[in-house]
């Protein structure tokens, strides 16, 4: 496959092994997201793997910072281990790192409390990672979208550079929630606009939930999103699968060659 455009939208391919990593980068991802156990939605990756990785491919690898999958409303011991791990990946060559902590916004008088992004906690992450890049993923999907404007306020002031995310409630798929996802795009080139300072930095927006060749060139056409996410995984059991790699950067090909 020839090179693509230099402003073709971005393909991060997430992965739970090393040798998904390798099939990814060789089948035209441009940026992988190493984390392990797929059950669980993707936990901390091993350095050993990271060390692999960096020494055989060309793309970034950007780690996701995740103890456990319990919650996103982490105890100070998961706190600390979080710092701990994006300390020990950074000193391993991440590129960049994938994380989000949530708190309760009504702790004291919810059962069950909605949840909005914890900034201090954030914030340390992203000071912790110095000047590489971090993503705030999907337990944004968990915040209830007549907050989000707060939460993309707070992920803003967090210094994160990009928001993963499938637009909707967890659980639901990008192609679902095409209109939302519009809607935050919009949002970032809003604020763009209407910013008064040069230096000042706005997260991008990554398309992910569900997201694979056969639906791929809706999302780009309905979004104008400029990064996608996805596992390429066929079935959990298969893996990576090469031939969706491939089918989704046609697809964005052909997409940003018809714009």
């Known amino acids: 496959m020839g090179d693509l455009p230099a402003t073709c939208p971005l393909l991060e391919i997430a992965c739970f092994d090393e040798q998904s990593a390798i099939l990814a980068a060789s089948a035209g991802a441009d940026r992988i997201e190493l984390c392990r156990d797929y059950a669980s939605g993707g936990l901390s990756p091993d350095t050993a793997v990271l060390d692999n990785l960096k020494a055989k491919l060309t793309i970034p690898v950007y780690v996701m910072i995740r103890p456990h999958a319990d919650t996103f409303c982490y105890k100070a011991s998961d706190f600390e281990k979080m710092k701990e791990t994006l300390i020990t990946l950074r000193s391993h060559g991440a590129d960049g790192f994938v994380f989000g902590v949530l708190k309760p916004l009504n ?108 639906n791929i060139s809706r999302l780009h056409k309905a979004t104008a999103a400029s990064v996608f996410h996805s596992a390429a995984l066929p079935t959990p059991v298969e893996g990576v699968s090469a031939v969706e790699v491939m089918g989704m950067k046609a697809q964005l090909s052909v997409q940003k060659a018809l714009e």
């Open 107 to 214: 702790q004291e008088t919810d059962q069950s409390p909605s949840l909005q992004v914890d900034v201090p906690r954030n914030k340390e992450l992203v000071e912790l990672a110095g000047s590489l890049p971090c993503t705030f993923h999907r337990a944004f999907d968990l915040i209830s979208e007549s907050t989000w404007q707060d939460a993309l306020a707070d992920i803003m002031e967090c210094g994160f550079a990009s928001l993963l995310t499938n637009g909707g409630p967890s659980g639901t798929n990008a192609i679902d929630c095409v209109d939302k996802l519009a809607v935050l795009v919009d949002w970032k080139l809003n604020q763009i606009a209407n910013s008064q300072r040069f230096d000042q930095k706005f997260p991008e927006i990554i398309v992910g939930g569900g997201v694979r060749s056969s």
